[in-house]
């Protein structure tokens, strides 16, 4: 989401405040792109919460869980609003840092991060390669003197040559494609070897669950020791939009991640073979039940190319 878009969906998330508090909404506030959203969410959040004693909207604090602070009958709930002019589905729960996995600590001892494994592989190198043997890139390009910049105007200009049905440009792109991703399963692999501490994979499951998605703010939340007890009450309220409607949905996510913590004793990271992507799964017994998926990604142009992450999907709505 770009920084635009975060500033609109900011204030309609101020719009739902003023609405709930009976306060005026200007005629500006009514033309963000969000309104229809953020006045759905308001009556659905109304309607639930009829007794609405204060409400305040919390900004860009990543302190804390949510967008909105409500209380209610003397009870704190943090509400998290998410908008889409799309039909709900099962989307990306977050986008987080490439190296999240080990700089959260999931792994005991000096463990080798995503970024690391790709520099000892010569992963730019190789990728460098692979662009090279297309010989009749423009000058515009060839001549942008940022080694890592000018990799990726290669690769956006060989996208469009593939768009356009340029066999040569597929073939690069497809190769690049087949070998960065059995990179990321070699190390998915290297990964699957290290000891786990699922004390930390259980914190990272409930802050990632929570919404807490900056890496600084993660990093300084896992070292508190009070956190699983000091899970708070966490609603998220989505508004999307339907054949011309707008549709809210609400889900209690505290009570979710209650449930779960009472029902499993164990917390640990499983890695399907042959795959880009691995899971948190909770235990109980013998019993297990697939919580995250977590994909190795790169977001931008291509895969291989530019700015690599963690996708990760939410697999507990099978959880009762």
């Not at 309220?237 to 054949?243: Q, V």
């Amino acid at each position: 989401m770009g920084k635009h878009e975060r500033a609109l969906i900011e204030k309609a998330e101020k719009i739902i405040v003023k609405i709930l508090k009976s306060r005026r909404v200007s005629e500006a506030e009514t033309k963000n792109h969000w309104f229809i959203h953020a006045y759905s969410v308001a009556e659905k959040i109304h309607t639930d919460f009829p007794k609405i004693e204060s409400v305040s909207h919390l900004g860009n604090r990543y302190d804390n869980t949510g967008d909105i602070l409500l209380i209610s009958k003397g009870k704190k709930f943090f509400l998290e609003i998410k908008m889409s002019d799309t039909k709900a589905g099962v989307g990306t729960m977050a986008n987080i840092s490439q190296n999240a996995l080990t700089d959260n600590r999931l792994f005991k001892g000096n463990v080798e991060s995503w970024s690391e494994f790709r520099k000892d592989k010569k992963h730019d190198i190789w990728v460098n390669n692979y662009l090279d043997r297309y010989s009749d890139y423009p000058k515009i390009i060839t001549g942008i003197r940022n080694p890592a910049k000018r990799k990726e105007e290669k690769a956006r200009y060989l996208r469009k040559l593939r768009e356009k049905g340029n066999k040569k440009a597929k073939i690069i792109l497809d190769s690049i494609h087949k070998k960065d991703k059995k990179e990321k399963i070699d190390y998915l692999r290297y990964l699957s070897a290290q000891k786990q501490r699922p004390e930390i994979i259980k914190k990272f499951f409930v802050l990632i669950a929570l919404g807490i998605h900056n890496q600084k703010i993660l990093n300084d939340l896992m070292k508190n020791k009070e956190l699983l007890r000091e899970v708070q009450n966490l609603i998220v309220y989505y508004a999307n939009t339907y054949k011309g409607d707008i549709v809210v949905k609400k889900e209690d996510v505290g009570e979710m991640i209650t449930k779960i913590l009472k029902k499993y004793s164990e917390f640990k990271i499983i890695f399907p073979k042959g795959l880009t992507h691995c899971k948190i799964v909770a235990v109980r017994g013998k019993i297990g039940e697939s919580l995250l998926q977590i994909v190795f990604h790169w977001k931008n142009i291509a895969q291989g190319i530019k700015t690599p992450c963690l996708n990760i999907f939410d697999l507990t709505n099978k959880i009762d």
